[in-house]
């Protein structure tokens, strides 16, 4: 059976579906947030991600320069970790696994997204796809 665990000692997460999405983040706004070249992002369907203490996280904009964005950034309102991401139209929930206590329980990422060739990095070529957006097949679930 399907279950990934995470959080901290405050606030515990856990998925027991598997993800909709999973890719290796390329994007300046996960870089500013993670300080990581590169990030595990991982979508889940926002009713499968389950938080046992929803009122203990703070929560504040994913995106610093898009304050209205979707995406919220929760951390724990006793120690600071991060939790999760959250979406505000109840599309999907976030986990990146090495940041918010899931190690390295959900596979690892099968492409590159949001890969800026301008960006002066070098292009990926370790065989996965990279793409310049998330995966051209990619669609967001329903909101619950
Ligand atoms: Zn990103
Ligand atoms: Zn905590």
Known sequence: MTHYAGGCSHIHTHVDHEPVDNHTCHCSVCKGVTGQD?????????GDVVVDNEAGLKRQPFNAKNPDGPLELCTCGECGAPIML???????????????????????????????????????????????????????????
């Open 38 to 46: 590169t990030t595990h992002v991982v979508f889940f369907r926002h």
């Open 86 to 144: 959250d979406d505000k139209q109840r599309r999907i929930r976030v986990i990146v696994p090495n940041l918010m206590g899931y190690g390295d329980q959900i596979a690892p990422a099968p492409y590159h997204a949001f890969y800026d060739p301008a960006s002066g990095v070098p292009r990926p070529n370790d065989g996965r796809p990279v793409y310049e957006g998330l995966r051209p097949d990619f669609t967001w679930p329903e909101p619950v």
